[in-house]
Nanobody, 117 residues
Framework: QVQLVESGGGWVQPGGSLSLSCTASGSISRFDVMGWYRQAPGDQREMVAR???????NYANSVKGRFAISRDNANHKVHLQMNSLKPEDTAVYYC???????????WGQGTQVTVSS
């Protein structure tokens, strides 16, 4: 079993910054892919950013240059720094892990990010 616990999020004005963190526990390894997805009301869940164990990352086009993902393998954490936030970034953000051993996927409970004036 795998648990993902998110922290961070909240409300910020357009142009502001927020950071998200996620701690994974359970049957995980440093080889797992970790990342963040988001889902706005009425929309499908979409990938925001993912990072491999070797810190190779990829981003959604909509966040490139504004968001930065990083990971701490020793402590099984993944972080998302979000800068220059826009109202369209408003969504519930979910931590994600893809287990290298089983190819199973797990999601956190989600944390709300609201960007508005």
């Amino acid at each position: 079993q795998v648990q993902l616990v998110e922290s961070g999020g909240g409300w910020v004005q357009p142009g502001g910054s927020l950071s998200l963190s996620c701690t994974a526990s359970g049957s995980i390894s440093r080889f797992d892919v970790m990342g963040w997805y988001r889902q706005a009301p009425g929309d499908q869940r979409e990938m925001v950013a993912r990072i491999t164990s070797r810190s190779i990352s990829n981003y959604a086009n909509s966040v490139k240059g504004r968001f930065a993902i990083s990971r701490d393998n020793a402590n099984h954490k993944v972080h998302l720094q979000m800068n220059s936030l826009k109202p369209e970034d408003t969504a519930v953000y979910y931590c994600y892990i893809l287990l290298a051993a089983t190819r199973s996927e797990y999601w956190g409970q989600g944390t709300q990010v609201t960007v508005s004036s």
